[in-house]
């Protein structure tokens, strides 16, 4: 049994962060990032941003550089080693390259916080390398819980992994101070994306625009295509599974169409407690940097007098196969969430590309998960031969469909 990164009564409290902290943003220029970097602006007495990494934006990578002073910066895409605007980085900044540059990053003696804002399961080698330094990780990179939770989990002491999704973020803070024995249920919320209530007709003619015009949450284009599918909520059941050490079954999804209600745990009294708050992803990703304290708040105050009704929903698993596919998997374990994440990552491309249907992302899914022979996870090169395999047999099964 791993321990949970909640505070329970059984884990001792963590410690006062310094101030200011000191803050690695991986992945600054996407949609995490760019907001991690407002809360840094509004906070600018208690975060100072040492570290940042794109992918390939290294406009927008020298530009934050310059804005915060950091002394160190990595670009993902080696490719993109002589672009010229690197030139302009602040006197005194290191540049790295390549993907172990940016991993590097997270181990920094002057890094006390690694936001871990990278896409897909690629962000797996910076978690890990978080965790081994006993960095405090913020972690938005769902996939690497999803792939790698047995691994991980273990080298996460108490109050160093703390959730920046909004849900899990809603989780921890609903969990602070109460007994992990004595919690009955997770309530993980969902808005249910732009196609709730459609039929599976209906879905086989949708269009990446249609999938990418989400109802209340401004996210990158994979994120959005996985809410839409509710593959984004499946691997979040098992990203809770992973955090909070319950079983799979005990995490039920729940519609909430306004994305107000972030997430509810119910206990074994029948007393359930509820995180609310905007759809905006800068809460979350303060409180990963300032727990356990709490600061002035970045996002605009909602007035609950004045705010439309909170509503309610199933969740369809039969509509929305890939939840399904996805919570499977989680109660299967070892290396299928591995295999199934890297096929949906595959097919998620496809259907942003116009090579595959909206529908077909499922059966990918499904027929890679079919094809794994699942291994318990032993370590992180297994997971990378895992995530590869899977891909290519994806690749082949969009051929094949052709």
């Not at 540049?95 to 804002?117: Q, T, Y």
């Not at 209906?202 to 249609?210: R, S």
């Not at 599974?241 to 009294?269: C, G, N, T, W, Y």
């Not at 759809?279 to 970045?298: T, V």
Request: net charge negative.
């Amino acid at each position: 049994m791993t321990n949970p990164i909640t505070i329970f009564e059984d884990t001792a409290p963590c410690s006062e962060r310094p101030r200011p902290v000191r803050v690695a943003v991986l992945g600054c220029s996407g949609s995490i990032g760019t907001q991690t970097l407002d809360v840094a602006r509004r906070h600018a007495d208690k975060v100072q941003v040492t570290a940042l990494s794109v992918n390939s934006s290294t406009d927008k990578l020298v530009a934050a550089a310059r804005e915060f002073g950091c002394a160190h910066v990595a670009v993902a895409d080696a490719a993109h080693r002589n672009d010229a605007c690197l030139a302009e980085l602040p006197c005194g900044c290191d540049a790295g390259f390549g993907a172990e540059a940016v991993s590097a990053l997270a181990a920094l003696p002057d890094v006390d916080i690694v936001v871990n804002a990278l896409v897909g399961f690629a962000g797996i080698h910076a978690g890990y390398e978080a965790l081994r330094a006993d960095k405090v990780l913020a972690y938005a990179n769902k996939e690497s819980i999803v792939c790698g939770g047995d691994l991980l989990m273990p080298m996460a002491k108490p109050g160093r992994l703390i959730p920046v999704d909004s849900e899990h973020s809603a989780i921890f803070q609903c969990l602070v101070g109460e007994r992990s024995r004595e919690v009955h249920c997770i309530w993980l919320t969902c808005s249910g994306g732009p196609f709730y209530g459609k039929t599976r007709a209906e879905l086989d003619v949708v269009t990446a625009a249609d999938a990418l015009a989400h109802p209340t949450w401004d996210m990158g284009a994979k994120i959005t295509i996985d809410s839409a599918s509710l593959m984004n909520k499946g691997l979040e059941v098992i990203e809770a599974k992973h955090l909070f050490q319950v079983p799979v079954d005990s995490v039920r999804v729940l519609v909430q169409r306004q994305s107000k209600i972030h997430s509810m745990v119910e206990f074994a009294d029948g007393v359930v407690k509820a995180q609310l708050g905007g759809s905006d992803m800068r809460a979350p990703i303060q409180y990963a940097l300032s727990y356990p304290e709490r600061w002035e708040a970045s996002v605009e105050r909602v007035d609950w007098g004045s705010c439309a009704p909170i509503t309610f929903g199933e969740a369809d698993e039969e509509t929305f196969g890939c939840l399904r596919l996805a919570k499977d998997a989680g109660r299967t374990g070892g290396t299928l969430p591995c295999a199934m994440n890297a096929a949906n990552e595959v097919a998620n491309l496809a259907f942003r590309q116009g090579s595959c249907g909206f529908t077909e992302i499922e059966r990918v899914v499904s027929a890679v998960m079919d094809q794994t022979s699942v291994e318990r996870v032993e370590n992180l090169q297994q997971l990378l031969d895992v995530d590869a395999r899977a891909r290519e047999a994806a690749r082949r099964v969009l051929t094949a469909e052709v």
